[in-house]
């Protein structure tokens, strides 16, 4: 039965976010307090954001990373091996990881000051308020890493990759700016291929079987937690690469 269907889907999902992401409840206010420690991690809500705005809008490069290199982001990083990885391996990007879970968060924060990166930060809130972290022309690429498909039909606009979101990441992308998504799912991956054919993005590259390509590429150097559950359960990665902003001839 298609509801039945829909349930599955969804279902797994939460599973996974029960009991692979589990962390126990004194580890938990453990990680939470010392994430107030680290000065690489912003934590802003709607409410704080509406009020005061977030200070570094526009000034990430100046006030933050006190360098002119171009800003990548990852968005529902959950642990944040992408930010993290990218910042080891490209010393002339800097990184941002968005996610609305701390305790995930923690990972990354805790690695990247273990290894003093300082091209790496972490900002916690939910992804539908990034218009207020970031200036027109701010950011360079997007990294989504393995987001929740949203089965249901109700839900696609919360689809990371959904002309809405796409619209939030224009305001602040630069004109060829790229978006990265990885995923496990087939569903998300055949909407967001009908997304870039109707909005006439330049697509760059897309598999849905991407460790089976024979390509030697960057998206290939880092596993994330999800990836690997979905590798361990023989489970195909999906990648697709494309600009920001629809060709124009
Ligand atoms: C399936 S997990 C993937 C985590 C990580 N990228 C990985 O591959 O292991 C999805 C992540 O997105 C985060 N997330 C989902 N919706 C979000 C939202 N609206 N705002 C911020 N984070 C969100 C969740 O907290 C979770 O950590």
Not at 111 to 121: D, P
Not at 133 to 144: C, L
Request: hydrophobic content about 35%.
């Amino acid at each position: 039965m298609p509801s039945n269907k829909k349930k599955t889907a969804a279902h797994g999902y939460l599973v996974c976010e029960k009991f692979l992401f589990r962390v126990g409840k004194k580890n938990k206010l453990k990680r939470f307090a010392e994430n107030q420690t680290f000065d690489h991690l912003f934590q802003y809500n709607f409410q704080e954001l509406q009020a005061n705005g977030f200070p570094l809008k526009g000034q990430w490069n100046d006030r933050f990373f006190n360098n002119d290199n171009p800003i990548v982001l990852e968005l529902g990083c959950g642990k944040g091996e992408y930010t993290v990885g990218l910042a080891k391996a490209r010393v002339g990007t800097n990184h941002i990881g968005f996610d609305i879970k701390g305790a995930r968060m923690w990972k990354g924060l805790k690695e990247s000051q273990q290894l003093g990166l300082k091209n790496v930060a972490f900002v916690r809130t939910r992804i539908e308020l990034i218009n207020h972290f970031f200036e027109p022309d701010e950011v360079s690429e997007i990294w989504i890493t393995f987001p929740d498909p949203q089965p249901q039909s109700s839900r696609i606009r919360k689809r990371l990759t959904s002309p809405v979101f796409l619209n939030y990441y224009r305001k602040f992308m630069k004109a060829d700016g790229i978006v990265h998504l990885k995923t496990d799912s087939q569903l998300l991956y055949d909407y967001t291929m009908e997304v870039i054919e109707e909005e006439k993005l330049p697509l760059h590259f897309h598999t849905n079987d991407l460790y089976a390509t024979a390509e030697d590429m960057e998206v290939k150097n880092f596993r994330t937690f999800y990836e690997q559950m979905w590798l361990g359960q023989g489970i195909s990665i999906k990648y697709i690469q494309f600009g920001i902003n629809p060709i124009t001839r």
